[in-house]
């Protein structure tokens, strides 16, 4: 099965700013179709917040109708593991994928990230990395 772990700030739901415990802000709806899409491809999708699982998020999620498997969950994961989620993509409003950038690269792209709050654009012209040779396999039995 293949996993797909989305964020909840900034991704399903829009971000600004921490507003309390059981403030949320406006669905960001093209994520919530794409989720819709993938669910109903068979993928298994992973809620990964820091925000405590409350009601009131469950209730925003029936709401909005955003599908999932799980919230902060995951079960998959092998024995003796860390909470972090084996999956095949990570959504994130803050993350910066590493391809094996050198230092100088990989720094200027955080701080850029930090700095402005947005990834740096494709027409930066990212660093060239040859393919892997063989990708690992995350496990998910249903």
């Not at 993928?43 to 009131?56: E, G, L, N, Q, S």
């Not at 799980?70 to 999956?87: A, L, M, R, V």
Request: charged share 25%; net charge neutral.
């Amino acid at each position: 099965m293949k996993v797909i772990a989305f964020d909840f700030d900034g991704v399903i739901a829009h971000y600004e700013i921490w507003k309390g415990v059981d403030v949320f802000e406006k669905p960001n709806w093209d994520v919530i179709d794409a989720m819709k899409q993938l669910k109903a491809k068979g993928y298994h999708i992973i809620i990964w917040t820091t925000r405590k699982v409350t009601p009131a998020l469950k209730a925003y999620l029936i709401r909005n109708n955003v599908p999932y498997d799980s919230i902060n969950s995951c079960k998959h994961n092998p024995p003796d593991t860390s909470q972090k989620p084996i999956y095949h993509v990570f959504i994130d409003d803050r993350a910066v994928q590493y391809r094996g950038q050198n230092t100088t690269k990989l720094i200027r792209t955080i701080e850029h990230l930090i700095n402005t709050g947005a990834p740096i654009l494709a027409e930066d012209k990212p660093v060239e990395v040859a393919p892997a040779t063989q990708k690992e396999e995350a496990v998910c039995p249903g």
